[in-house]
C-alpha cells in the first residue's frame, strides 16, 4: 500500500491557517489525491466542520482544554498517524494552536510549513522562533494590506530567521497563490520514515506548581521548574 505524506502546520493565532489549509486541499483533491486533516487548539474550534463543508469528509479536531496545547499536539501526533494510514490518506495536514513561540510541531521526515501574517508587523518573524526556524516552507498572508516595501522587509526578515525555506504568498480569503503552494507541497512532501516519529525541536522545560493547578502566587507557592527576572537595582 503507498504511503503517507504527514505535513505539520503552524503559526500565531488569525494568522489565516485554516483558510490557507481550505484551498490548499481542495486543490489537492482535484489532482487525485486523499486528504485529510486534524486541527488541534485549545478551548472552541468549528474548524472541523469548516472543512468538511469544503468537501474534506476526512476532518477532525481536538481540544486541549486545561493542557498546555503544544504538549497535546505532541502526546497526540502518533494516534493521529495511525488514524490517517487506516484510512489510507495520500496526505494528512496536522494543524496547531501555534499559541507558544517557544514550540515547534514540526516532524522529522515530515513537511513542516509556517504561516504569517503581514499584519504581525516586519518585527514577528523575529518572534516566532523554531515553528519558523524548522520550517520547510513559510507562507504569508494578507499582503495586499501591506505596503510592497513592507513586503519586501518582511520577506527579508523570514529568510533571515528560516534561511533554508521557501517563502510563498497567498491570499487565504480568496486562495490566489494557493494552487501554487499546492503543486510546492506535492514536490517537497515526502512519505513517512518506517521508524518512530520524532520532533524536529524540543519542548521547553514545564512541570511547575502552576502546571499542576495552583493559582496563589508567591515564593513558598512555587516548586519545579522556576526562572526569576533579574531586576535593575
Not at 476532518?59 to 499536539?73: T, Y
Not at 515553528?131 to 516552507?137: E, K, P, S, V
Not at 510592497?148 to 522587509?153: H, I, K, S, T
Request: charged share 20%.
Amino acid at each position: 500500500m503507498p504511503g503517507m505524506r504527514l505535513v505539520t502546520m503552524a503559526g500565531p493565532p488569525t494568522c489565516g491557517k485554516t483558510s490557507v489549509l481550505r484551498h490548499l486541499l481542495g486543490h489537492l483533491q482535484k489532482a487525485g489525491h486523499k486528504v485529510g486533516v486534524v486541527k488541534l487548539d485549545c478551548l472552541t474550534t468549528q474548524d472541523a466542520k469548516i472543512f468538511r463543508e469544503a468537501g474534506i469528509e476526512d476532518s477532525a479536531q481536538g481540544l486541549s482544554g486545561s493542557l498546555c496545547p503544544d504538549h497535546f499536539f505532541a502526546g497526540n501526533v502518533p494516534r493521529l498517524i495511525e488514524w490517517g494510514q487506516g484510512r489510507a490518506l495520500d496526505y494528512l495536514f496536522l494543524e496547531s494552536a501555534g499559541l507558544c513561540n517557544r514550540c515547534s510541531p514540526h516532524i522529522r521526515g515530515s513537511l513542516g510549513i509556517c504561516v504569517l501574517d503581514h499584519l504581525g508587523g516586519i518585527g514577528l518573524p523575529a518572534k516566532i522562533g523554531p515553528m519558523l526556524r524548522t520550517a520547510d516552507l513559510v507562507v504569508t498572508t494578507r499582503g495586499d494590506l501591506v505596503s510592497q516595501a513592507e513586503r519586501e522587509v518582511f520577506a527579508l526578515q523570514a529568510r533571515k530567521h528560516a534561511p533554508k525555506a521557501r517563502t510563498v504568498g497567498v491570499h487565504g480569503q480568496t486562495g490566489q497563490g494557493t494552487l501554487e503552494l499546492s503543486r510546492i507541497v506535492s514536490r517537497l512532501a515526502t512519505f513517512l520514515p518506517d521508524d518512530e516519529p520524532r520532533l524536529r525541536f524540543s519542548m521547553p522545560a514545564a512541570v511547575c506548581s502552576y502546571c499542576l493547578g495552583e493559582t496563589r502566587l508567591g515564593d513558598s507557592r512555587q516548586i519545579g521548574n522556576l526562572k526569576l527576572l533579574e531586576l535593575p537595582a
